[in-house]
């Protein structure tokens, strides 16, 4: 299923981090329970941002799962640099951000064949899967052995830096939790973020993350 335009911007108002910027008619309509945000004593992690360094900077910003390929593409733009530049691994910084639909991507195993999402998200056309595409493996999964490296684990052990946004969590993956587990906003809120990948940087919301990299010296690359 697709999230169209107007699904994902009434479920936008349910952001807290966002709330106070819109007019009160929009405020009004909120749900009861907005999707919680670190308070002061918990405050967003922006440690990556100092990991941002080296010649060649790149933010790819994943706005859908398409078979796990923007995660993919994070992995693959260093390698015309190397043939062409001889760049070292050194030279680089990638910025992966999951956002929209593409936060699926940025969650664990359990959660995908827990809840479906691979069900109700997946590409049209696409067959139905409990398996995260971003996290298959060769050995177990069956899909060719060159992928392996670009899976989003392998990413992030090598160094790869990958946000998730927090309204794109509010908005599908949240509600998700809530239903099938009858838990409160807040609660499916909390056990969402402990189902995203390990290593996966939760941010107020995949715009701030995207624009924050480029802040930070990266060029902006449409990964999805």
């Not at 493996?137 to 927090?166: E, F, Q």
């Amino acid at each position: 299923m697709t999230t169209t335009r107007r699904d994902f911007l009434e479920r936008l108002t349910g952001s807290a981090a966002l709330l106070g910027a819109m007019p009160a008619a929009l405020a009004a309509m909120a749900p009861s329970e907005p999707v919680p945000a670190p308070t002061a004593a918990d405050a967003w992690d922006m440690s990556w941002v100092g990991r941002v360094k080296g010649k060649h900077k790149a933010v790819i910003d994943a706005t859908h799962i398409e078979g796990g390929d923007p995660v993919y593409r994070a992995g693959m733009w260093k390698g015309g640099f190397m043939e062409t530049e001889g760049a070292k691994p050194s030279d680089f910084s990638t910025v992966l951000v999951l956002r929209h639909e593409a936060i699926a991507l940025a969650m664990t195993p359990e959660f995908w064949a827990t809840y479906d999402v691979g069900k109700k998200r997946v590409p049209a056309g696409d067959p139905p899967t409990s398996k995260n595409p971003a996290l298959l493996n060769s050995k177990r999964d069956g899909n060719p052995p060159m992928l392996d490296d670009l899976m989003l684990d392998r990413y992030l052990a090598s160094g790869g830096i990958a946000l998730a946004c927090n309204v794109a969590l509010g908005f599908l993956c949240v509600p998700l939790i809530a239903e099938k587990d009858k838990l409160s906003q807040e609660e499916a809120h909390k056990k969402a973020v402990s189902m995203l990948v390990p290593g996966v940087i939760l941010q107020p919301s995949g715009v701030f993350a995207t624009l924050r990299a480029q802040q930070a010296g990266c060029l902006y690359v449409l990964g999805s």
